[in-house]
């Protein structure tokens, strides 16, 4: 937000960050005490976290789910983890997948859904994915798993559409990566977990040490993912907001190409100009570098947020 600050100094304030995939409707429960920010968190209470994220995922042994500061952080440590010399990645995706690699001196290369990966050590796919939205049915994800090669998912989003999800069948030589701060839109929160097979989570644990999240990420985790009916709720809501944005954005002109219920991706010819007076109105959306007609759109928060989109896109 900085960088666009500086670079649209006569933007209207204050300024609209629809850059990301956050849930602008964040949880409001409970939340840590001073008492416990005064303290190291107890191991018992991060085992307690990662019991309510195991029945929150649908899985049966919470040996098999480690807490990590974000879900960017387990994704860092899939190279070591897994040792794997290579990795073909479903894309285009997230970014962050190629870095970790890349910055781990492995062989990338980046193929389509269903391409044959079978020369990589470990494949990468981000379901639902960012940034088209893209989804795929989890018993063909399940499908992908073989004795030889590591199969990495990233649900980050998927707790918008949960039927995705393939968090249950993880374990031997499939890892599950899940996203807490999206979809309960506390990203500062830092909270993200990672699931595989219990011997493979005792390494992931003794790699993050003692104290891998906060107390505050312990307490609007377990608070949070003990509220079902609030996550039914917000699934409802988050459809419905998706929606309202396609009709704005389709009746701008823009190309709804896909997404999650925590964002659109549109397809423009005038992609940047759409950003730059967007950019003016105080408005931040996602460009791609390698996709210059792409522009990517989360949900405002409230009517006054709708409204200036709604006059930005078509006044």
Known sequence: MGDAAAAFPAATLPWIDLSTGINPHAWSGPRADFAALRRLPDPA?????EAAAAQAFGVADPACVVATPGAEFGLRLLPKLTGA???AIVSPTYGGHAEAWANAGCAIRPIAWGDDAEDAAALVIVNPNNPDGRAVPAEAVKRLATPSQWLI???SFVEAMPGLSVA???GKRMIVLRSFGKFYGLAGVRLGFLVAAPALATKARQMLGDWPVSAEAIAAGRS???DPAWAEATRARL???AARLDTLLSNAGMLVLG???LFRLCGSSGAETWFRRLAGHGILVRPFEAQPDWLRFGLPGNEAEWNRLEEALHG
């Open 259 to 261: 997404g999650t219920p």
């Open 85 to 87: 010399p290579s990795v």
């Open 168 to 170: 249950a069948a993880a």
């Open 224 to 226: 949070a993912y003990a």
């Open 239 to 241: 459809q419905a907001d």
């Open 153 to 155: 998912v990233d649900e």
């Open 45 to 49: 209470e991060t085992a307690s976290l």
